[in-house]
């Protein structure tokens, strides 16, 4: 599995966005995606699931936050760009999803990344917190069965940018820990 400090890879993987038109060989390289930005990188396992839908409701749900901090949302799974469009088309609360799904149906980057669940074939729940110069800052993958928090991700965020020392359970506008030198 990468880590915090490596570079996020570079690949060119199809993307949907959207359900005005199905899909018609948009591609994204996340390396370029979003210069100068902060990218919030996260996976699920497969569409048209139970847990998913409720993470990529609750990132979309703090897009703006996420984009007050210069973070751009990126979701993916390793299903097809047409996958991800019907699933987007079934459901009104994923179609207001105004972010790219990459698609990964060749496993190409959960497997770079090193989270392709090895029995199950899919990717595991993975969020990456990837800085404007596309080093990878912050990692958390939970199994299969359990989802994440979005807010929690958005806290990680708010720390990391503020470049300081932040102690336990910190939130953004709260004080830094300033160590004092002997």
């Given at each position: 599995?990468?880590?915090v400090?490596?570079k996020?890879?570079?690949?060119?993987?199809?993307?949907?966005q959207g359900?005005?038109?199905?899909p018609g060989?948009?591609t994204?390289?996340?390396?370029?995606?979003?210069?100068?930005?902060?990218?919030?990188?996260?996976?699920?396992?497969?569409?048209?699931t139970?847990?998913?839908?409720?993470?990529i409701i609750?990132?979309?749900?703090?897009?703006?936050?996420?984009?007050d901090?210069?973070?751009v949302?990126?979701?993916?799974?390793?299903?097809?760009?047409?996958?991800?469009?019907?699933?987007?088309?079934?459901?009104?609360?994923?179609?207001?999803?105004?972010?790219?799904?990459?698609?990964?149906?060749?496993?190409?980057?959960?497997?770079?990344?090193?989270?392709?669940?090895?029995?199950?074939?899919?990717?595991?729940?993975?969020?990456?917190?990837?800085?404007?110069?596309?080093?990878?800052?912050?990692?958390?993958?939970?199994?299969?069965?359990?989802g994440?928090?979005?807010?929690?991700?958005?806290?990680?965020?708010?720390?990391?940018?503020?470049?300081?020392?932040?102690?336990?359970?910190w939130?953004?506008?709260?004080?830094?820990?300033?160590?004092i030198?002997?």
């Amino acid at each position: 599995m990468l880590s915090v400090g490596d570079k996020l890879p570079a690949f060119t993987l199809s993307v949907q966005q959207g359900t005005s038109a199905l899909p018609g060989g948009e591609t994204v390289d996340l390396t370029t995606h979003a210069p100068g930005k902060w990218k919030i990188l996260f996976f699920w396992p497969k569409d048209f699931t139970f847990i998913c839908p409720t993470e990529i409701i609750g990132y979309n749900d703090l897009a703006s936050d996420f984009a007050d901090r210069d973070a751009v949302l990126v979701g993916g799974s390793t299903d097809s760009d047409f996958v991800h469009f019907a699933w987007r088309k079934s459901d009104p609360r994923l179609a207001a999803c105004d972010f790219p799904w990459v698609a990964d149906n060749k496993h190409e980057l959960t497997r770079a990344l090193g989270i392709l669940d090895k029995d199950a074939g899919v990717a595991l729940r993975a969020t990456f917190i990837v800085d404007p110069e596309n080093v990878i800052q912050h990692i958390t993958v939970n199994g299969l069965n359990v989802g994440r928090n979005p807010v929690e991700t958005l806290r990680i965020l708010d720390a990391l940018q503020t470049d300081e020392l932040c102690p336990c359970n910190w939130q953004g506008g709260e004080q830094t820990l300033h160590p004092i030198a002997a």
